[in-house]
């Protein structure tokens, strides 16, 4: 039997199991001879970078993927060898971070070209970006040849990949996902003429390699679909996934309310009739979002509170007149499933009028995850001294 760590009443339970299944179904649908890059920014979408990255390798991928160099060199200093793509920026600072931890770094301009080229002693492997919608990160399709000339004259650095990224390939309407496809794939056949060599071009994130099986080429980058969520309504796979998380907490007091009490900061609920409410601990610091005041619901015993006023930072009020019995350490499931009901990060991301990503990243440190696998729990990431840590800077 689970029992809770030490002094923990809010927490999340990752799956690591359904994680694994994800990357198996999503390494069958594209095939063997399609790589991986598993997506495991943003602590792997809140779900904890070391332990989902470790699985996502053992289960299929070849290639991970971050975007910032912190979570790249958490990832060697745990001792993950495979190879990782350096997704964003990375300042004059961060090059000999890039080099020490054998990081892949995408490139955008001459500058960061140059001057990793000036500080390696060997062939570094650099992936290339190029925008195509987005209007983001990435060279303009004009600069490319120039920048590929110029970064294979460098007497370090050997290009790997080009890469582009959808920017709305998870709508119903796909036109755009189309031209971006286009405008990539001349680009592809233009450096390949100039006689240039791309092992690796990639360009599908979750929703792209759902909706345009077509556009697969030598490696995808799926993320939200490894943690078991679809990028949209509009974007479902055709295999199944199994949800990774469980944001769980607990019943912390339980109190009487008379007809006229109004309960949290601005008075915004005014109890109609005698109530019962549980206090839970859980809120905005826990990364749980306030818009959800007054929509949201939780589950206790199995059944549906509703949320009644403004979501404080630590804390939020439930009503629990029609559920009998709730008292003082009463689980509590914020996203997941208790009994024969589930609060999906869908639904969540419903009433705070955002998406589920959004939803399952904005869980903060103090959040303590515990994981599952192979039928068990493992030991918690962390605990009270965990987040001791973490407020200490340690």
Same mark, same amino acid.
Not at 186 to 192: G, H, P, Q, T
């Given at each position: 039997m689970f029992v809770i760590p030490d002094g923990v009443v809010t927490w999340a339970e990752i799956d690591l199991d359904a994680i694994a299944h994800n990357v198996r179904a999503i390494k069958a649908f594209v095939g063997? $001879? @399609?790589e991986i890059i598993a997506s495991v920014k943003a602590n792997a979408y809140g779900h904890g970078l070391q332990p989902v990255a470790r699985t996502a390798l053992a289960a299929g991928a070849s290639r991970l993927a971050v975007h910032r160099i912190q979570a790249a060199v958490a990832l060697r200093e745990a001792g993950i060898t495979a190879p990782i793509l350096l997704l964003g920026h990375v300042p004059p600072s961060g090059v000999d971070l890039v080099l020490t931890h054998s990081i892949t770094p995408t490139l955008v301009d001459r500058q960061s070209a140059k001057l990793i080229s000036d500080h390696a002693d060997h062939a570094i492997k650099v992936h290339i970006k190029v925008d195509t919608g987005?209007?983001?990160? $990435?060279?303009?399709?004009e600069e490319i040849l120039d920048f590929f000339r110029y970064t294979a004259a460098l007497p370090h650095l050997a290009i790997e990949g080009l890469f582009s990224h959808?920017?709305?390939?998870?709508?119903?309407n796909l036109d755009f996902a189309h031209q971006q496809w286009a405008q990539f794939q001349?680009?592809?056949?233009? @450096?390949?003429q100039a006689g240039f060599s791309v092992p690796c071009p990639h360009i599908c994130n979750s929703a792209g390699l759902v909706s345009m099986a077509e556009t697969h080429l030598a490696a995808v980058r799926p993320g939200l679909l490894i943690y078991g969520m679809a990028p949209s309504p509009q974007s479902v796979?055709?295999?199944?996934?199994q949800r990774a998380l469980v944001l769980k907490s607990s019943v912390i007091k339980v109190r009487n309310l008379q007809p006229g009490a109004t309960i949290s900061y601005g008075r915004t609920f005014t109890a109609e009739r005698p109530m019962r409410a549980a206090l839970v601990s859980l809120g905005y610091g826990d990364g749980y979002p306030r818009l959800v005041s007054n929509r949201g619901q939780v589950l206790i015993r199995g059944q549906r509170a509703p949320i009644r006023g403004r979501i404080c930072m630590d804390q939020l009020v439930v009503e629990v007149t029609d559920i009998p019995g709730v008292s003082v350490g009463d689980e509590v499931v914020a996203i997941g499933r208790q009994g024969a009901d589930e609060i999906t990060p869908e639904a969540v991301a419903s009433w705070a009028q955002t998406i589920n990503y959004e939803i399952t990243t904005g869980l903060l440190p103090q959040v303590v995850r515990v994981y599952k696998e192979n039928g068990g729990y493992l030991a918690p990431e962390g605990g @009270?001294?965990?987040w001791a840590n973490y407020l200490r800077g340690a």
């Open positions: 063997d $001879g @399609v987005m209007s983001r990160y $990435g060279l303009e399709p959808f920017a709305a390939a998870d709508e119903l001349a680009i592809l056949d233009a @450096v390949e796979p055709a295999f199944p996934l @009270v001294e965990q």
